[in-house]
């Protein structure tokens, strides 16, 4: 399955934004996914995680309380809802499919990903 990001774009801090990713190919719905990102100079870090049926969320302490993670498994897609942004969540970002729920390991090729930048 292929995934792809979209919905990144020039906001400022406070605002909000919601990421989407698209699954083509195959159903998505049978998979966990991950919201994964990657700021400048750093690493790829995971972000938030949502179980193949949606009943079980992860999220990274750094976004916990202000991003929030849903899935549409009827449109093959699973969404990224970002509030109160920071310039610090300026990166791209990336979904990919996880290996399974217990390690959350992404598996699976990265798309482009999608730029969110944050301004202060």
């Known amino acids: 399955v292929q995934l792809q990001a979209s919905g990144g774009g020039l906001v400022q801090a406070g605002d909000s934004l919601r990421l989407a990713c698209v699954g083509s190919?195959?159903?998505?719905?049978?998979?966990?996914v991950g919201w994964f990102r990657r700021a400048p100079g750093k690493e790829r870090e995971s972000v938030a995680a949502i179980s193949w049926n949606g009943d079980s969320t992860h999220y990274e302490p750094f976004v916990r309380g202000r991003f929030t993670i849903h899935r549409d498994n009827a449109k093959n897609a699973v969404y990224l809802q970002m509030n109160r942004l920071e310039a610090e969540d300026t990166a791209v970002y990336y979904c990919n499919r996880l290996l399974d729920w217990h390690s959350r390991a992404p598996f699976g090729s990265w798309g482009q990903g999608t730029l969110v930048t944050v301004s202060s």
């Open positions: 190919g195959r159903t998505l719905s049978a998979y966990p």
